[in-house]
């Protein structure tokens, strides 16, 4: 009768660990009430789009191309991630038009051309934006001396004119 009741004992053990290795962030009590304490609730940042060089293309064009028995093109594919439409895509970017083809573009709208004048007359903008800022300094300078000059009574010499007015 003991050997009975071990045993009922070690087969009840048992069943609980499958149980607990099947389902290890739940417990019967609390299913549903709280996240699993195992779970990570950070957000993972966005998986960046692989871009392939020219080089790269080729390379697993050449690797597919020796490819002779069955079985051989799939196991390059895993192990280098890609898919059969990337080869297929490659290989018609291949036969289109070489390296011309498979270099990466640049994207967005290309930059126009700059000449000497076109550069040029962005310097001297820039110059004469300057220049209009250091005047209205200037200007405000000059307003706070006036006002002070009448705050404590001294007399400003005013310019000479030419005497033609």
Do not use: H
Not at 129 to 157: F, M
Request: aromatic share 4%; with cysteine.
């Amino acid at each position: 009768m003991v050997e009975q009741m071990k045993k009922n004992v070690s087969s009840a053990l048992e069943e609980e660990a499958t149980v607990a290795l099947r389902a290890p962030f739940t417990s019967s009590s609390s299913a549903g009430a709280e996240p699993a304490a195992g779970a990570d609730p950070e957000v993972l940042e966005k998986a960046n789009r692989r871009r392939f060089t020219a080089k790269y293309k080729l390379s697993i064009l050449d690797q597919a191309d020796r490819c002779e028995k069955s079985g051989q093109l799939g196991a390059l594919l895993r192990r280098e991630g890609l898919y059969s439409s990337n080869l297929t895509t490659w290989r018609q970017q291949r036969e289109s038009g070489a390296l011309e083809a498979l270099t990466p573009r640049k994207r967005g709208r290309k930059p126009k051309p700059r000449d000497k004048q076109t550069r040029r007359l962005a310097e001297l903008e820039r110059e004469v934006g300057q220049l209009r800022q250091k005047l209205v300094q200037a200007e405000t300078i000059i307003d706070v001396q006036k006002k002070v000059s009448s705050l404590l009574g001294i007399s400003l010499s005013q310019p000479q004119s030419d005497g033609s007015a």
